[in-house]
């Protein structure tokens, strides 16, 4: 098997290197793919390959975001029943309290680090006198 950028992943491939995005392991790859773990290795080195994992487990990732930010509300207001329960245990109460302080903490941080961001950015533009050469992120 002689791999060149020209070749494309056939489907099977392309569904053992999904698999390795998904955790598995190159035995558990190879036998999704239903070649050898050799010939699954040999395609790991295909040009795409890296390409195709990578995305496979960003997509993973923007789900898995996506589920947390709608539970972000539900999760807060528990995180603070927890701390402000009475009959909690002293010490679940103090990491609640402090995983509550530590959120509003980042988030305050962020916004900041954004602001800044901002005014880097404009005075980069004043200098080089080119908004279209600035990037925003």
């Not at 295909?46 to 390409?51: G, L, M, Q, T, Y």
């Not at 207001?77 to 010490?91: C, G, H, K, W």
């Not at 980069?124 to 925003?136: C, F, L, M, S, T």
Request: net charge positive; hydrophobic share 40%; glycine share 4%.
């Amino acid at each position: 098997m002689t791999l060149t950028i020209s070749n494309e992943i056939p489907e099977n491939i392309r569904r053992g290197l999904l698999a390795k995005a998904e955790g598995k392991n190159w035995d558990e790859c190879s036998k999704i793919a239903k070649i050898s773990r050799y010939e699954m290795l040999r395609w790991r080195k295909h040009p795409d390959a890296d390409n195709l994992i990578s995305t496979a487990i960003n997509y993973k990732l923007e789900e898995c975001i996506g589920v947390i930010s709608n539970a972000a509300p539900d999760l807060a207001r528990r995180l603070v029943e927890i701390a402000m329960n009475e009959r909690t245990r002293p010490y679940t109460s103090v990491d609640a309290i402090k995983t509550c302080l530590a959120f509003l903490q980042t988030g305050v941080m962020d916004r900041e680090n954004k602001a800044k961001m901002r005014e880097l950015f404009k005075s980069i533009e004043a200098i080089e006198g080119n908004p279209n050469r600035v990037v925003d992120i």
